[in-house]
């Protein structure tokens, strides 16, 4: 008799990765469990039978997702159609709040639900957290703001921890080995790390370029710039082509690029989280369109918001602690000058340093992934009522 199955729901590169982790854990625990559903090819490589590919469906600013919105709902509908089709025993959610949190609306009560990264609550008006929580869905949150957060609205929530900590301690080589492999000489080593969506790469990727071409000729410093997924090469290779400034571009591998670097400059989000685990210091960069902005300062974010930073490492601890380059700030100069403080001031250095280990604590003991698994199953062998069948 086939094992009980679970339809997962991951969009964009960073939700087919965590679902490719969680899937493998859960199946470490439970052999005989079927999965499919929406997501990528690290879904895929890890057993699910991937039946719609979402690796690609993200978008960053309200003001683009409004105008994709016909797009969306035919994607919705999809996924709609999809679960209903296969009648899961389990519904898993992970990350992809636009669409996820629609689907939670849907099936939550219908169908056993979790939510591994359930939608982002800081920094947001209204009552997000306390919508979430009308739903009988269990969030595996994995950070200790969020899990707060949720548990105050009432809503069924645990503190997983976060997977960059794993990852970051489980990283194969060391820093000075990856270095050795690249030939990288006794100049610094700048990591670019300009995010895993085509339209970050491409509002992005320019200015990051700009200041490596300042800080070449400066100090003599190399570059290496990982792509967070294929499909992105030939945005990045333009990109490199046009600046005219040595990069070598690597297929994945962004935790070595980050072990090996002095410094990275970092697309806001995930990326952060993990170069805080490694322990390299970082310049954070955001761009958002003119729109998206005056929607999200008009009707998102609260306006005293960014006292205490906007990324991640600067909210866990409560101050900001890493340099935040956001819109017209998000210049070659402005990166280039920021990268060149924390090359040579030791005393900023050794401060961000200290600030991001205290954040690696902060994310919770090893074991995040292995403890969302537990959780997952935990749902599914509570034989919650569904009535999807």
Same mark, same amino acid.
């Not at 969506?197 to 300042?214: H, I, N, Y």
């Given at each position: 008799m086939a094992g009980p199955h679970i339809c997962i729901v991951a969009g964009e590169v960073s939700g087919d990765h965590q679902g490719g982790l969680l899937v493998a854990a859960l199946r470490r625990l439970r052999p005989g469990l079927r999965f499919s559903g929406a997501g990528g090819p690290e879904m895929a490589a890890a057993g699910?039978?991937?039946?719609?590919?979402? &690796?690609?469906?993200?978008?960053?600013?309200?003001?683009?997702?409004?105008?994709? %919105?016909?797009?969306?709902a035919a994607r919705f509908w999809m996924l709609t159609r999809l679960i209903e089709r296969l009648r899961p025993d389990l519904l898993l959610l992970i990350d992809f709040p636009g669409m996820n949190r629609e689907l939670v609306r849907r099936f939550a009560g219908r169908i056993p639900t979790v939510y591994f990264f359930p939608p982002q609550t800081y920094g947001r008006r209204g009552r997000s957290a306390a919508r979430m929580a009308r739903h009988p869905v269990r969030l595996l949150a994995v950070l200790p703001f969020e899990a707060d957060a949720y548990r105050r609205a009432g809503a069924d929530v645990r503190f997983? *921890?976060?997977?960059?900590?794993?990852?970051?301690?489980?990283?194969?080589?060391?820093?000075?080995?990856?270095?050795?492999e690249w030939s990288v000489g006794g100049?610094?080593?700048?990591? %670019?790390?300009? &995010?895993?969506?085509?339209?970050?790469?491409?509002?992005? %990727?320019?200015?990051?370029?700009?200041?490596?071409?300042?800080?070449?000729?400066?100090? *003599?410093a190399q570059f290496v710039l990982p792509l967070a997924a294929p499909h992105l090469g030939a945005d990045v290779g333009r990109a490199v082509a046009a600046a005219g400034v040595p990069v070598r571009v690597l297929g994945g591998r962004a935790l070595d690029v980050m072990a090996a670097s002095d410094v990275v400059v970092v697309?806001? &989000?995930?990326?952060?989280?993990?170069?805080?685990?490694?322990?390299?210091?970082?310049?954070?960069?955001?761009?958002?369109?003119?729109?998206?902005?005056?929607?999200?300062?008009?009707?998102?974010?609260?306006p005293d918001l960014g006292r205490h930073g906007y990324s991640i490492p600067s909210i866990v601890l409560g101050r900001p602690i890493v340099p935040e380059l956001i819109q017209d700030a998000v210049s070659g100069p402005r990166i280039s000058a920021e990268v060149e403080r924390l090359l040579t001031d030791s005393?900023?250095?050794r401060q961000m340093l200290a600030d991001l280990a205290e954040v690696r604590r902060r994310l919770g003991a090893p074991g995040a992934v292995e403890r969302a698994a537990e959780e997952v199953l935990a749902r599914l062998d509570s034989r919650a009522a569904g009535t999807l069948r």
């Open positions: 699910v039978d991937v039946e719609v590919d979402s &690796g690609r469906w993200g978008v960053i600013g309200y003001a683009e997702a409004y105008a994709r %919105l016909p797009v969306f997983v *921890g976060h997977p960059a900590v794993d990852a970051a301690a489980n990283t194969a080589v060391s820093g000075e080995t990856v270095r050795k100049g610094p080593l700048v990591g %670019l790390l300009p &995010g895993s969506r085509g339209q970050e790469v491409r509002t992005l %990727l320019p200015p990051m370029l700009d200041a490596a071409r300042r800080l070449r000729g400066g100090r *003599g697309a806001s &989000g995930t990326a952060t989280v993990e170069a805080a685990c490694v322990g390299v210091p970082m310049v954070v960069v955001y761009r958002l369109s003119r729109l998206t902005e005056w929607i999200a300062r008009r009707f998102v974010i609260p005393a900023a250095r």
